[in-house]
């Protein structure tokens, strides 16, 4: 026949206080026995937590943090200096026609400042959506310095991709190519 426990048993996280443990071994006679100790009865105001998994507990990540807002602040500055020169596309077509040698005028103006349009709308967007998702990782405390760069590769792609249609279709750019290739 098993003898009933004086106190229900302890709940995980739950141990004896020094004095509780003092006062059990003064109390059986001051010799310590080698059975497991039962621990008293502790009433907390908080029950246990299970592992630090919670949001608070996570590291604060300066380096990253420094370096997520130094790319945003870089890819800010980009996107701002861009987008003038998209929405004139006539004039960036032209630098960049002198830029890779071709000496004809660039003729492909309504496609131009449409893709030009476009592709300006591509780049701040593509810039908003990283900023967004950068703030949500950031508040949540994860890894967020890798996110900066991923939006800045799609949103290049996607404004070279909007670049490309006006500049193919002139013909002095569609004739320098076919030329060469």
Excluded at 59 to 84: E, K, N
Excluded at 99 to 121: C, H, K, Y
């Amino acid at each position: 026949m098993s003898t009933p426990e004086p106190h229900p048993r302890p709940r995980y996280g739950e141990y004896a206080t020094p004095e509780e443990q003092r006062a059990r071994i003064e109390h059986s006679g001051g010799v310590e026995s080698t059975a497991a100790p039962v621990p008293a009865p502790v009433e907390h105001p908080h029950p246990p937590t299970g592992p630090a998994t919670t949001t608070a507990a996570r590291p604060s990540r300066r380096a990253d943090r420094i370096a997520t807002i130094v790319l945003l602040a870089y890819g800010l500055f980009t996107v701002v200096t861009a987008i003038p020169q998209l929405i004139d596309f006539p004039a960036f077509a032209e630098t960049w026609m002198g830029m890779v040698g071709i000496d004809e005028p660039f003729t492909n103006f309504e496609q131009g400042r449409t893709w030009g349009m476009l592709s300006a709308v591509a780049f701040a967007g593509g810039w908003l959506a990283t900023a967004s998702w950068s703030w949500r990782s950031l508040t949540r405390r994860r890894i967020t310095w890798w996110i900066p760069l991923v939006g800045a590769i799609v949103s290049f792609v996607l404004a070279s991709a909007c670049l490309t249609v006006p500049l193919l279709g002139d013909p002095a750019i569609a004739g320098y190519f076919a030329a060469r290739g």
